[in-house]
């Protein structure tokens, strides 16, 4: 932890009850006031730069605080902030004001914005539409409705318009039912199964699916209940289903799993169990939602997320450009604020009354099949690994490979981005198999051609280049799990297979050798990796800083090997176990994994001696048929 936060005000928040929260939220608000602008309709925290022009990540700064100031407002606390935002919003929608915030075209980040001004509408009229004179009122609804004349890209941004006419219905204006009603249509397309959505067709499974469409779609079930009987159920019903998969990216100290991108808006991860709660559609007691949320907030108050003046900086646990998207502006990061929707609840609502209660028992090992994952816990050591086999699509976001397509990703390891594209240090290539043409130009997976997942197997099939064709088989587990590739290359290449990357205290550390392997230890725990077949040697890479999301330095036990052109098949066990006060994260390190070949198949004798396990994998080359 930065020795900078030991005297910020949040740290000693308790963040036990409604008054914590409620308090919280001011905390966090207090640091603001400095950095708007002179007519209130903008909040620069910062210089860096984004897709957009500065005036407008003014006004997101300015839009996204309202994010925790409404529920607060809605459930009757107060913040001094209020008559800043309405001066704000006073100036921002009037056409004759220097700090006017503009006319809308489509696709604008501005629509994105829009949302929360919608959201205040719905929930808190009182305090940010009421105290507006007529012309002012006429200036907000105008500026307001431009959202139905722009188009908006076809993923969670369309219910930005749903939440815009939310507010018009709740202030009593006119809004378009049609155009809701189109938009709400269109988003059924992006539904999968088990209470999973995709942000969009074809596109990934991430933390959009829980903080924006579940977050939205629980929203309208509430505001909606009575004139959209229909949806409201339908909404409730798979927010319900989505909370019994959505709990295993949870962990026992409230951290969830960092996977996917927009990860710089950080504990917005538990804003789904507050709407959850929000809309009473939650198949738990109140007491274990409650303890998700409030713990989940414990743990980021903890980690060095915040500048010295108390503003919140880009990045995960720590301060971090290189993992930000192109998107992401100094006021990005407040998007968090959903997460404190729980306040909008009367302090009699069983959220707020139950005492907290810990995760519920949980599987060890289960099958996501939305998302292409298998989630193993441990729960000893608040432990998730999630093994993923990837996506058939792509995107041009930044850092998709690193952030969508890892072999496996954890909650304590946390995963890694590259810093720049020559050798393997500034790869960072944890849980990814990186080939070279000999050149330090690595290619990692980036999209799979298809993929299967039987019990705790899984295997996916992806082409680095037009001429190679590698078929990779995970055997899910922790703290060992393995990994077979077959590659099929017209050309030679080097290959490198990663481990978790571990964390590097100031503390001290040490290295293990074993013959095929290697292991670094650290106060983070233990990360290792051991050749099995097919591959050259076992390093340790102290790669670049700043690359992984959890620690700022990291080493990665990393399997090297050249190929030459034709087929070659590797395999290999990968160890990673955090450290806790309970377990010594080296104690598993010597029930390394055996593994002999019979003709085409690899039988692999996993576990000690009394409780091992034996798979047998089939190399030939094969389909690899989609689920």
């Not at 002179?38 to 300015?62: C, D, I, N, P």
């Not at 009122?137 to 307001?144: E, M, P, R």
């Not at 594209?421 to 500034?426: H, N, T």
Request: aromatic share 12%; glycine share 8%; charged share 20%.
């Amino acid at each position: 932890m930065l020795t900078s936060m030991a005297h910020l005000p949040i740290t000693g928040n308790p963040l036990e009850t409604r008054e914590d929260i409620q308090h919280a939220v001011r905390q966090l608000c207090e640091p603001l006031t400095g950095y708007y602008s002179e007519g209130k309709a903008r909040l620069h925290l910062g210089v860096t730069g984004t897709s957009y022009s500065g005036a407008t990540a003014g006004m997101e700064g300015f839009s996204r605080v309202l994010w925790g100031l409404v529920p607060l407002a809605a459930g009757g606390g107060d913040s001094p902030l209020w008559e800043t935002c309405l001066e704000g919003i006073r100036n921002g929608t009037d056409p004759g004001h220097a700090e006017y915030w503009g006319e809308v075209n489509d696709y604008d980040q501005l629509l994105v914005e829009m949302a929360a001004l919608g959201f205040a509408l719905a929930l808190a009229p009182e305090r940010i539409w009421e105290p507006l004179n007529e012309k002012e009122k006429t200036n907000f609804y105008a500026w307001l409705s431009q959202i139905n004349d722009r188009e908006l890209y076809d993923c969670n941004w369309l219910f930005f318009q749903v939440l815009v006419s939310l507010g018009f219905r709740r202030i009593g204006m006119p809004y378009d039912k049609r155009r809701m009603e189109a938009k709400l249509e269109r988003i059924e397309a992006f539904y999968l199964d088990n209470g999973w959505y995709a942000d969009g067709i074809q596109a990934h499974c991430d933390y959009y699916g829980p903080f924006a469409i579940h977050y939205y779609s629980l929203l309208y079930a509430k505001l909606m209940e009575r004139e959209d009987p229909r949806r409201a159920a339908l909404y409730k019903e798979r927010s319900a289903l989505f909370a019994k998969e959505f709990i295993y990216w949870f962990a026992e100290e409230g951290d969830a799993l960092p996977y996917g991108r927009s990860l710089a808006y950080r504990f917005s991860q538990a804003a789904f169990w507050g709407a959850l709660e929000y809309a009473d559609a939650s198949p738990f007691a109140p007491g274990v939602v409650k303890g998700i949320v409030l713990r989940h907030l414990r743990w980021w108050f903890r980690q060095p997320i915040f500048q010295t003046d108390g503003t919140l900086t880009i990045g995960y646990s720590y301060p971090n450009l290189i993992m930000s998207e192109n998107y992401n502006s100094p006021g990005s990061p407040y998007w968090a604020f959903k997460v404190f929707l729980p306040l909008a609840l009367a302090k009699e609502h069983p959220f707020w009354s139950s005492e907290e209660l810990p995760l519920p028992e949980l599987e060890a090992s289960r099958i996501q099949a939305e998302p292409r994952m298998i989630i193993c816990r441990q729960r000893a050591s608040s432990h998730i690994l999630a093994f993923n086999a990837g996506c058939t699509t792509t995107n041009q976001h930044t850092h998709t490979s690193a952030k969508y397509e890892k072999f496996v990703y954890s909650n304590k390891f946390g995963f890694s981005v590259p810093r720049a594209e020559w050798g393997l240090s500034q790869s960072a290539c944890d849980s990814m198999l990186a080939l070279s043409e000999g050149d330090q130009l690595y290619r990692v997976k980036r999209q799979i051609e298809s993929y299967a997942i039987d019990g705790n197997k899984m295997m996916m099939r992806w082409r680095p280049w037009h001429d190679v064709v590698v078929q990779t088989w995970l055997i899910t587990g922790a703290p060992w799990h393995i990994r077979i590739h077959r590659i099929n290359s017209a050309r030679p290449l080097d290959a490198a297979d990663g481990g978790f990357a571990l964390g590097l205290a100031d503390g001290p550390r040490r290295e293990e050798r074993t013959e095929g392997g290697t292991a670094a230890i650290s106060a983070y725990g233990a990360s290792g990796a051991v050749a099995l077949h097919g591959w050259g040697k076992a390093d340790l890479l102290y790669v670049q800083t700043n690359t992984n999301v959890l620690h700022p330095r990291t080493v990665i036990p990393t399997l090297t090997v050249s190929l030459p052109a034709g087929t070659s098949l590797l395999a290999s066990a990968f160890y990673g176990q955090p450290e806790t006060a309970a377990t010594d994260s080296l104690s598993a390190w010597s029930e390394q994994p055996v593994l002999t070949i019979e003709g085409d198949t690899l039988v692999i004798r996993t576990g000690s001696e009394a409780g091992s396990e034996l798979y047998r994998i089939h190399v030939a080359e094969q389909p690899c048929p989609e689920e």
